[in-house]
């Protein structure tokens, strides 16, 4: 089955500077990558996805970018704020499930 | 609608004992789906059904663990017995219809610890 690693684990950043994590998967048939944001006590949502046909996309302060040749895909989020300090996790899926990273703990510090 | 619901939001439990956690999907999703949270292991798919049928069920731990839904509406996830390393955060989500490009909705998820 499919493998999604996901780095880094932990992330620190000051307010107002860029975020970047990093997945990479192992199935070449994975045709959908979204990313879930999960803030402290409450269930994840999506955020972006992106589709393999795509190359990148963006919405407002964030954009994911994928790598079909390498089996990569990231996440960037720029200009960061507090409010987006949360666990973020990547998916990949090849159909209608869903394989999960172990997610990344961002912490913007203001 | 009210997206999906799970119930109870909090259970805490001796070892040994049955738990039933239930679930509620978006109505008109055709996939549901059960996962357990934990800080070691992350998000783990442990089911998920289709048309309420269950697909894909290699993620559940052991046979402690089995999952119901009996209808489009409703389904559960039960422990018996339950033991301590089975605490975590279990949430539901729905998707609709078939295909990749689906997002999926997850429930606000049942804290379970087991004493």
């Known amino acids: 089955g499919e493998n999604v690693e996901q780095h880094p684990s932990t992330l620190s950043v000051q307010e107002g500077d860029s975020a970047v994590i990093k997945c990479t998967y192992s199935?070449?048939?994975?045709?959908?990558f979204p990313w879930y944001k999960q803030e402290l006590g409450k269930r994840p949502q999506l955020i972006i996805d992106?589709?393999?046909?795509?190359g990148e996309k963006k919405d407002q302060r964030i954009a994911v970018t994928l790598n079909k040749t390498a089996k990569h895909f990231s996440l960037h989020i720029t200009e960061t704020q507090p409010e987006d300090s949360a666990v973020y996790f990547c998916a990949a899926s090849t159909g209608n499930q869903f394989y999960f990273g172990t997610g990344t703990s961002l912490t913007v510090i203001p | 609608d009210a997206g999906v619901i799970q119930s109870p939001r909090h259970e805490v439990t001796e070892m040994g004992q049955e738990v039933t956690l239930r679930c509620k999907p978006i109505?008109?999703?055709?996939?549901l789906f059960w996962y357990r949270q934990t800080m070691m292991r992350g998000l783990e798919l442990l089911i998920y059904f289709n048309n309420n049928v269950p697909i894909d069920d290699s993620g559940m731990p052991e046979d402690r663990f089995s999952a119901k839904m009996p209808n489009a509406s409703f389904s559960t996830l039960k422990i018996q017995p339950s033991e301590p390393r089975d605490s975590a955060v279990y949430f539901c989500?729905?998707?609709?219809?078939?295909?990749?490009?689906?997002?999926?909705?997850f429930g606000p998820g049942t804290r379970l610890t087991v004493l």
């Open positions: 992106i589709r393999s046909n795509v």
């Open positions: 989500a729905s998707t609709l219809l078939a295909g990749a490009y689906n997002e999926q909705f």
């Open positions: 199935d070449s048939a994975s045709n959908y």
């Open positions: 109505s008109g999703h055709d996939y």
